[in-house]
């Protein structure tokens, strides 16, 4: 972690001269001072409120950015599902700077608005100063900004990292942020932002190659089908005609090499002599700066561009097996009863509603995705709505769709709101328990009535759902005191589904196997050591089926293949944690079969928590006391 000095004295410094030591910065912290000064702004500058943008016009510029909003999404929100338990939020701009849309955690967005870190605010270094959404733009890279490296006195209390998000043609069209308390932001976060925005400028770049050659090159020929591949495209003259980052930066270019080199000018051959040559559509390309392996990619045929409305899951091939999902769904089931799964498939196709339960990144949302891919709906839409998300006052346009004109801000066209984009599929209210009262009301008359009436008036719409929700509150207990209607709640739980915490699935290593093996560890040769699989069944994990996620996803980030990953390669802070955890003591295991028989019967039968109790499985409980009663 870069560690931030008291910069009182250098802030004084820089106010009174201009001037600073070496070192005391970093380069693009001064330099971005440094402009800021030369826009006249001056250090002690305060915004005021009203700055903030007219709703209209606000909704006009987000239409502006549908597209590559909607490409984004996915991304966006697997990075707050990253930060959001850490108190952080997560900001999306668009290429001037101005904020469009927030995700956060409650306890900071009440900070955040009063430092205008909002939607309809402009962020642009030549308003805010040095900040990363402003000067990531600036710079056309990613920046941490910290504390006191803020221009802006008033926003010395922030921290945030940034990057942003180029087309392929090298044009900034937006920007990904994530601020908080400055203790919670490093350069581990900078790392989690810039991976979100390589996908998403993945994404741009599959959109906008259709019809030309593509190129994926690396300097390690196994890494072409993976996304630390960079990628160039050709026209049928060999002119390079778009490109990202990581490409050009290997061949020593930057954008404006698009529209004025040719195959050519970058390798020294064309395109067409290095096909013949290598005889295939893989092979090694000479470059100024070595060699690089490259792969001439499929052929997409043009198409249009995504609809900017378009948010819910592109349909999906059905399953050949759907009782089995596989890969991150089915390593997020591991430790779960197997029956679990089946059964909510049963209660989904007979449309009554499944309620997920469990503490914070449990696996809810997972275990809902498995259950859509499991269901006879597993090719159509699947659309998750965080309820905690969503400022209070759009929950129901979010929800319900509105009519042109329903609303200051409201799309010229309306919106047809999340449940119509989920007809024929299915739903995931994610945090139902944070709904507020009146949303609940017009919720249960959807799911009664089987039809949507738009904010705005305008003709009922009928809906085909299948409901899932989940919530990591006591429903019961908020009926109890009037924060949760008692209608709804009893419409939805009728056979709740409480996922255990990971440190009661039993073999945590097994689990963080599966999921390893999910993600694609093996396939690169990565192997968790038997000394590390112990220290995670050490640990209590108070992040959950998250927390071990996340950590996997980093480690296969930073290190090489072939890397046999040891205790020693944890973040310092999580290995002293998981270090400072006494080993279990190992357990007795009951000598007769009426003291295994008393031992269950302690946990009311229950197989499966007394074989966890014992610190085994259930199969080897179920050989144990069938040889004891032999």
């Known amino acids: 972690m870069r560690p931030v000095p008291d910069l009182t004295e250098a802030r004084r410094l820089f106010y009174e001269t201009a001037s600073l030591p070496d070192g005391l910065l970093p380069p693009s912290i001064l330099q971005s001072w440094r402009r800021c000064r030369s826009f006249g702004l001056p250090m002690q500058a305060r915004t005021r409120n009203e700055e903030r943008l007219e709703a209209t016009e606000l909704a006009r510029r987000r239409e502006a950015s549908a597209d590559w909003l909607s490409l984004a999404r996915p991304q966006v929100d697997t990075l707050f599902e990253q930060v959001v338990d850490d108190g952080l939020v997560v900001v999306v701009a668009d290429g001037q700077g101005l904020i469009l849309d927030e995700l956060g955690h409650p306890a900071f967005l009440d900070r955040a608005e009063r430092l205008a870190l909002t939607p309809g605010m402009a962020w642009g270094e030549t308003i805010r100063g040095t900040n990363a959404i402003g000067t990531a733009l600036a710079l056309a890279d990613s920046v941490l900004v910290r504390g006191g490296e803020h221009y802006l006195g008033r926003n010395r209390t922030l921290a945030c990292a940034a990057s942003p998000i180029l087309d392929p043609f090298g044009q900034p069209v ?44 690396h300097p390690d020929a196994s890494q072409l089908a993976t996304p630390r591949a960079g990628r160039l495209a050709f026209d049928a003259q060999e002119r390079l005609c778009a490109a990202d980052r990581r490409a050009l930066g290997w061949l020593g270019r930057d954008f404006s090499a698009i529209g004025h080199c040719r195959f050519a000018d970058l390798f020294g051959e064309t395109l067409s002599h290095w096909l013949s040559r290598s005889g295939q559509a893989t092979g090694r390309l000479t470059t100024s700066g070595g060699l690089l ?22 349909p999906r091939p059905v399953s050949a097996n759907p009782a089995g999902p596989r890969g991150d769904a089915a390593a997020t089931l591991a430790g ?152 709804l709640y009893y419409h939805l739980c009728h056979h709740p589904f409480r996922l255990p915490p990971l440190r009661a699935r039993g073999d945590v290593g ?120 032999a």
Request: contains cysteine; positive net charge.
């Open 336 to 487: 779960l009863e197997p029956q679990w799964l089946a059964r909510a498939v049963r209660l989904l196709e007979a449309d009554i509603p499944v309620l997920v339960l469990g503490e914070t990144g449990v696996g809810k949302d997972r275990f809902a995705q498995a259950l859509h891919a499991a269901s006879s709906r597993a090719a159509r839409p699947f659309v998750a709505v965080n309820c905690a998300a969503l400022p209070e006052g759009l929950v129901e346009a979010e929800l319900f769709g509105y009519e042109e004109g329903a609303f200051t801000g409201a799309r010229r066209q309306g919106s047809r709101g999340r449940l119509r984009e989920a007809h024929g599929g299915v739903v995931f209210l994610d945090e139902i328990g944070d709904m507020p009262l009146a949303v609940q009301a017009r919720l249960l008359r959807v799911l009664q009535e089987r039809v949507v009436c738009p904010l705005g008036g305008g003709a009922p719409q009928p809906v085909d759902i299948r409901l899932v929700c989940a919530t990591h509150r006591d429903l019961k207990a908020m009926v109890a005191e009037g924060s949760f209607r008692a209608d």
């Open 510 to 629: 097994a689990i963080a196997l599966a999921l390893w093996q999910a993600h694609g560890g093996h396939r690169r040769n990565i192997v968790l050591s038997a000394d590390l699989l112990a220290l995670f069944r050490r640990y209590a994990w108070p992040g959950n089926l998250r927390e071990l996620d996340n950590l996997l996803r980093t480690l296969l980030a930073l290190y090489d293949d072939g890397t046999v990953l040891a205790p020693r390669d944890l973040p310092d802070t999580l290995r002293e944690e998981m270090e400072d955890v006494e080993p279990a003591q190992p357990l007795v295991m009951p000598a007769s079969v009426s003291a295994l028989e008393a031992h269950l019967a302690r946990h009311q039968g229950n197989m499966t928590a007394a074989a966890r109790a014992l610190g085994i499985s259930r199969s080897t409980l179920y050989r144990r006391m069938a040889r004891e009663r």
């Open 174 to 217: 937006g920007v990904v942020d994530v601020s908080g308390p400055p203790r919670r932001v490093h350069a581990g976060r900078l790392q989690q932002v810039d991976a979100a925005v390589r996908l998403i400028e993945q994404r741009l770049f599959d959109v906008a190659r259709a019809g030309w050659m593509t190129l994926a090159l």
């Open 293 to 314: 392996s490259a792969r001439l990619l499929p052929q997409m045929a043009p198409a249009a561009s995504l609809p900017s409305s378009s948010r819910a899951t592109p």
